[in-house]
Every structure is written in structure tokens, then in C-alpha cells.
């Protein structure tokens, strides 16, 4: 996940709010690093993240773009022919992440005043018009709840004949229920396995219950901590705690608090069910499973996806198979040193898992016995955000 301005949860905002420099040097180093996409983020009050993509994609060779895109504000229809004119000019590197919005405060910043459950049914008619936007060759009219048009035909269509793949996050029954329905990737924050599991069955169950064939594929996202040792990892978790504590990334905390549409006492609980997951999780215990680590979550309030992996880069990259285990096909990870943590992934942790999962596939080929659930898959090494990995629309 890339951002325009070099800032975190342990340092204030460093440089303008649109830093041309920083950006490109952060897409560039996730680039080298071997990711398959970023994600560029959303918000009622930061930098437009189309124009974002934009930028970057003239700048990188074959870096994917996830762009998170809030429905609603701008005619699907629009909305259709501005991705499929990114994802021409950058060559087919286009996917679009679907946020509905969990807080009637943000939305309203932008002039939606619809709640929550109408917002969701209105993104299932939109995600529905996206699609159709994206395959037709010929005219088509719609008329429905929130959306009524006539004869719309664009010359303008994806790289890909599949269209643009739609990743969809949420935590909720809704999201559930609409991102089931649509989503080529359906993204989830990082908690315990067992709670994760537990998600992917729903999500799962929503595809059927839409007379899905196949379910979506799983994003699961972190925030690794690394170090040459067990102790010198635990060492700089325990120093990024104490920042964030400290209050030295205070702006930027205040930021995703505003981004999540909270306001008053900082202890104010969030409005959205996945920060409401994460603090949950948290409540339960510091440590889960292999290396999960969630005072992270607590001390910002779980604004975003704030939970860490932590240890050698050989025992975050089992932490992260151990998802893949359970069905995800996708690996988000960014760190609370953006850009220096970038670069250490691609050096230290994306070749092991790599490393693991071609060891499996060779396994798995040279034995009749049905491989483990998620192993014949390279997932994406950021919210990598695609049917699959990027690989797969190449």
C-alpha cells in the first residue's frame, strides 16, 4: 500500500501532501521489492486515487494498481470508462477495490447521506452496471433503485476480455452478502486464524448463496515486523509500540481516525465492524497463533490494518503460509516503516514464501495426493489485489 506523503503511525507527516518525489520512490521500491500490486487508498479528504494510479503507472513497468474506489459518488457508468481508460494506458494493471463505507460521518463529508444498508444495496446495483459497462460491446439501459440510464455505449473497454478484477472489503453481514456476490477478491484484515476462517466460510457462503459456481478468492493483510533474531524482532516491535504510544505519529493517527469518520474522545470506538473485529481480537490476547501480535491494533484505535506479524523472516513467512492454508489467495503486508519496510520485504520475506509455496506446486505435481487448500497458488505479495495473482491476467 502506497501513499503520496512519507507518513505513519510512529512519525508525523513528513513533506507536502503531494510529495511527486516520495511517490514515485515508494511505487518504485515495491516494484523492485517483487510486489504484484499496491493498494492506493481512499478518503474523503486525501488525493484522488485515480489520479494517483495515473501517476504511478506512467512511472513503473508492471507494478499492478489496486485503487480504492467508494461507489456512490461519481455514475457507474462514469466510473466505467475512467478505470478502462487507466487500465488501457497502463496496460492492463488495473484492479479496483470496492469500499461501500462504514461510517455515515465520512460518507456525508462527500454528500452521501444514505445508511449503511441502503449504501450496500446501492453498491450491489452499481457493481452489477460495472461489469456489464466493462463486457458490452453493444448499447444497453438500465433502470433500477438508484441508478436509470439510456443506451449507454462507451468505445473504451478493459485490456482484459474478463474486465477489471474487483476486490471488495467489508466486515459485515452486508458486505458479506454484496461482496460474495461480486467480488473476484474479497479482502479481510488480519486476525487469528480461527476468526479468519471463520470469515472466509461467510464470504464463502454468501458466493453460493448468489449461485456462484466458484467462491472469490481472500486478501488477508499485515503489518510485518522483522528482525535478524526472535529477540531483536520482538525488540522493535515492542520500540514501535512505545512510539505509537508516545504520540509521535499523532497527526497521522488523527488522520485515519478521520478517515474512519470518528470524532470526539480518542477512545471513541470505531463505527466499522472490521476495527470493531480487530479491537475484539485484541481484547482476547497480545499473541495468536504463530506470530500475530495485536497491541498494534489497540494503541491506534485499529484504524486500518494494524495488526503485525512478528519475528525472523522465516517465521513471518510461515505465519503468512499458515493463511494461505485456509484459503487465502492474496497477501497484503506493509509496515510502520512504509517505504524502508518495503524494500526489507522484497529482500527478506517475499522470496521465502515464494521459496514455499514452488515447493509445494513441485510436491503437489510429483504426488497423486490432492495438495492443501490454497497451496497450488502463488498469492499476490501486496493487497495484490486481482482474480489472483497478477500473473494469472497476463
Given at each position: ?128 452496471i460495472l461489469r456489464r459497462a466493462w463486457s458490452s460491446a453493444e448499447p444497453f439501459s438500465h433502470e433500477g433503485r438508484h441508478y436509470r440510464f439510456e443506451e449507454y455505449g ?58 456462484r459456481t466458484a467462491p472469490p478468492g481472500i486478501s488477508v493483510s499485515f503489518r510485518p515486523i522483522l528482525g535478524a533474531t526472535e529477540e531483536l524482532a520482538w525488540e522493535r ?158
Open positions: 500500500m502506497i501513499g503520496t506523503q512519507d507518513a505513519s503511525e510512529t512519525r508525523p507527516p513528513s513533506g507536502p501532501v503531494i510529495d511527486r518525489d516520495y511517490t514515485v520512490r515508494f511505487a518504485r521500491a515495491h516494484e523492485d521489492a517483487g510486489f504484484d500490486r499496491i493498494l492506493i487508498g481512499y478518503s474523503s479528504s486525501r488525493p484522488d486515487g485515480a489520479q494517483v494510479a495515473a501517476y504511478v503507472a506512467a512511472r513503473t513497468e508492471r507494478l499492478g494498481l489496486l485503487v480504492a474506489h467508494r461507489p456512490g459518488f461519481i455514475a457507474p457508468t462514469l466510473a466505467a470508462r475512467s478505470f478502462a481508460t487507466l487500465d488501457q494506458f497502463s496496460g492492463g494493471r488495473v484492479a479496483v477495490h470496492t469500499i461501500t463505507g462504514g461510517n455515515d460521518t465520512e460518507q456525508r463529508r462527500d454528500g452521501d447521506y444514505l445508511d449503511k444498508e441502503q449504501r450496500y444495496d446501492r453498491t450491489d446495483e452499481y457493481l452489477t462507451s468505445e473504451v473497454l478493459p485490456v482484459h476480455a474478463s474486465g477489471i478484477p474487483l476486490y471488495f472489503g467489508g466486515s459485515s453481514e452486508a458486505a458479506y452478502r454484496v461482496g460474495g456476490r461480486h467480488a473476484d477478491t474479497f479482502a479481510l484484515w488480519g486476525e487469528p486464524l480461527a476468526e479468519t476462517a471463520e470469515q472466509i466460510a461467510s464470504v464463502r457462503a454468501a458466493a453460493v448463496a448468489a449461485g516491535a515492542h520500540r514501535i509500540l512505545d512510539t505509537i504510544k508516545s504520540g509521535a505519529g499523532r497527526p497521522f493517527f488523527d488522520q485515519a481516525r478521520h478517515y474512519q469518520g470518528q470524532s470526539g474522545p480518542a477512545n471513541a470506538g470505531p463505527a466499522n465492524v472490521g476495527s470493531q473485529r480487530l479491537l475484539a481480537a485484541a481484547a482476547k490476547g497480545d499473541l495468536h497463533d504463530r506470530a500475530l501480535w495485536t497491541p498494534t491494533a489497540t494503541a491506534t484505535g485499529a484504524g486500518g490494518n494494524t495488526t503485525a506479524l512478528v519475528g525472523t523472516p522465516e517465521t513471518v513467512a510461515r505465519a503468512l503460509l499458515d493463511y494461505v492454508d485456509i484459503g487465502a489467495t492474496t497477501l497484503l503486508i506493509r509496515g510502520y516503516d512504509p517505504l524502508d519496510d518495503a524494500i526489507a520485504y522484497g529482500r527478506e520475506l517475499i522470496p521465502l514464501v515464494h521459496q514455499e509455496l514452488a515447493h509445494r506446486r513441485a510436491t503437489a505435481a510429483a504426488s497423486p495426493v490432492a495438495s492443501p487448500v490454497g497451496s497450488s497458488a502463488r498469492p499476490a505479495a501486496s493487497y495484490a489485489p486481482s482474480l489472483d495473482p497478477l500473473g494469472s491476467h497476463r
